[in-house]
């Protein structure tokens, strides 16, 4: 099997706008997954979402082991760049815009940035740089 690797790319917010805990677990949870849903598509024959374990990476997310890692950024800039760098080099990637429904006074907030499950050396090439959260 070949290393898979996804990372979630948070921003750190400052302690005047901090989020609750649970609130960023939940931001973490959707770059994830979004990642992962990017690799899929709508079969219509089968009138259903399909993501294929043909991919490696998929495969090893799914049924095997893989690297998920947490990295932080301050800006709303930097989790833009790292998710058209992400996608610009074929990862898969999905960048999280929270509504402000319970938080952020209604006004809608990026969030994280998932990137992957994909190489592990692809991926430390893009956000190897970025401190653990």
Known sequence: MM???QVLVMKKFPK???MR???YVAQGAHASM???LS???MD???QNFVISMENPFV???IVGKFTKVTVYVETDAE???IYVKARVAGIAAALITDAGLTEFNGEPTLTAVGIGPDDVEKINALTGHLPLF
Do not use: F, I, Q, V
């Open 3 to 5: 290393a898979s690797k």
């Open 16 to 18: 005047d706008r901090n």
């Open 21 to 23: 805990t649970g609130k």
């Open 34 to 36: 979004g990642a992962l």
């Open 39 to 41: 690799l899929g598509r």
């Open 44 to 46: 219509p024959e089968l």
């Open 59 to 61: 495969y090893e997310w």
């Open 79 to 81: 989790l833009e760049e």
